[in-house]
């Protein structure tokens, strides 16, 4: 996608917090800043595993990757984040844990609660407008022949599969892993994330993605102000 700009609507965990500081040592780069940081202790190997979530930096999907409709601008989505951002209060995620998902490992939240796939269906809906329709080649990046019928069904609208009954709240760790090595990761990845506080959800980022660069924080907006 040289020479394409595309942009995500995100949860990025706070610069600074402990979760940031973990997901970006694992991912090996922090994409507030877009520095380069140094993997666990005796985790150097994480390097020949996160090479995919490492474009996207460390975060949870809210609103996919997309291009802007004609007419949009990304002054325009920033206001709309902020609007959105302004009046939302605080969603409580609770505790995280290290998670095999499909083949991939992530941290998600032992008891999602409802108010969670809220707030991203929210999201879905509000940024809608912002989104141009997906090119043939952007529609097969997905893979719509191992969907399921609704999952086409809400990638031909919404642009992706994973929204509204199919979100699963999320932050990737590694790539696509093959089955055998898939629990040797996750106990290796638990142990690293350890004893963590609950997480609340505070806020929402902007990311930018310019061609086939890694995805960089725009701006990152606090609920309620």
């Known amino acids: 996608m040289t020479g394409t700009t595309r942009y995500a609507l995100y949860f990025t965990p706070k610069p600074g917090s402990d979760l940031a500081r973990f997901g970006n040592a694992v991912l090996g780069i922090d994409n507030h800043s877009g520095a380069e940081i140094p993997r666990p202790d005796g985790l150097a190997d994480l390097a020949g595993v996160t090479g995919s979530p490492r474009v996207y930096g460390f975060h949870a999907t809210l609103k996919a990757p997309m291009r802007l409709a004609a007419g949009a601008s990304e002054a325009d989505l920033l206001a709309a984040a902020a609007s959105l951002a302004a009046d939302h209060p605080p969603v409580p995620v609770g505790l995280l844990e290290v998670a095999t998902l499909g083949a991939f490992t992530a941290l998600i939240p ?21 989104r141009a329709p997906p090119t043939e080649a952007e529609i097969a990046r997905r893979n719509p022949e191992r969907l399921s019928p609704r999952g086409r069904a ?35 990845l638990a142990a690293a994330y350890g004893e963590a506080e609950p997480l609340t959800l505070d806020a929402l980022s902007v990311l930018r993605q310019d061609g086939a660069g890694p995805f960089r924080v725009v701006r990152r907006v606090s609920f309620g102000g």
């Open 110 to 130: 032992q008891v999602p609660p409802p108010e969670l796939g809220l707030f991203a269906a929210e999201c879905v809906a509000a940024f809608e407008p912002f």
């Open 154 to 188: 809400l990638l031909a609208r919404w642009g992706y599969p994973h929204v509204f009954e199919e979100f699963r709240f999320h932050m990737t760790l590694t790539d696509a892993l093959p089955e055998e090595t898939r629990a040797f990761w996750r106990t290796r």
